[in-house]
């Protein structure tokens, strides 16, 4: 399930890595240019009123061109998934766009995350059921963690009249179905685990982040917990621990091997 640790795997994952944030910066462009009259009133975005939106939008589309070239070259089996991400957030960031949907947001994190995943994946392996049940894991995380992105722009969305799901239903009631897709998440652990996908030993890191993450959020006064800094905060912790599990189970699985 995982490469051996030598020095071609590690410069092969750094060219990838380098990769991902070429395209994660075309995307983040992309979707800021497709969404800059709307997010005019995002204080989030304040950086961005600087350029105007054609700039923004034909950079990223350079980008996008320079990526998508580089990524064939790396390996073209990953191409066609990159494209469809790129579709999935460009539909998702249009004006009218599934971003103004209630729901289909988090669904657009969901099959763009399965999609993120593979990316990684098809570097050193191929497709499988084993690898889309292992990235469902992954996207339901991606899902929780987009929900809470849209409570962090619930006033700025709600003011644009952009019906996300944080604004249809309501700040409170997403920031709860955030934290019940985290636990939905952990407990698919054991779905991984019953099927033999992976072993009670490589969950432990995941588990013990979740333990973290929750541990972040009882620490998250009540009356903060829709205030924007304090969710920034608690979303760059949790962050750092679920990245920190990761690069804990791809050990595990080396040591192993």
């Avoid at 580089?70 to 971003?99: D, H």
């Avoid at 019906?163 to 636990?183: E, H, P, R, Y």
Wanted: proline share 3%; glycine share 6%; net charge neutral.
């Amino acid at each position: 399930m995982s490469p051996p640790i030598n020095l071609v795997t590690l410069v092969t994952i750094f060219k990838f890595l380098g990769l991902c944030l070429l395209n994660g910066i075309a995307v983040y462009l992309i979707n800021a240019g497709l969404g800059y009259e709307q997010d005019r009133v995002n204080e989030r975005l304040l950086s961005l009123r600087q350029f105007n939106r054609s700039s923004i939008i034909l950079t990223g589309f350079l980008l996008l061109i320079i990526a998508l070239t580089l990524l064939y070259f790396f390996s073209e089996r990953l191409l066609l998934p990159a494209l469809v991400v790129y579709g999935i957030w460009i539909i998702y960031s249009l004006p009218n766009g599934l971003k103004g949907v209630p729901l289909l947001g988090m669904v657009c994190a969901f099959i763009a995350q399965l999609l993120h995943f593979h990316l990684g994946y098809l570097v050193f392996s191929t497709w499988s059921m084993q690898s889309i049940l292992l990235a469902v894991f992954f996207s339901l995380l991606f899902m929780a963690g987009h929900a809470l992105h849209e409570v962090i722009d619930h006033d700025a969305d709600k003011q644009a009249g952009i019906m996300t799901s944080a604004v249809f239903f309501g700040k409170q009631k997403i920031f709860i179905l955030t934290n019940l897709l985290f636990a939905a998440a952990t407990l698919y652990l054991f779905v991984l685990a019953y099927l033999e996908i992976l072993t009670l030993y490589q969950i432990i890191p995941y588990m013990a982040a979740y333990v973290i993450h929750l541990i972040f959020l009882v620490q998250l006064p009540v009356r903060w917990r829709t205030d924007n800094e304090q969710l920034f905060e608690f979303r760059r912790k949790y962050m750092i621990a679920y990245l920190t599990a990761t690069i804990a189970v791809f050990f595990i699985l080396n040591f192993e091997c």
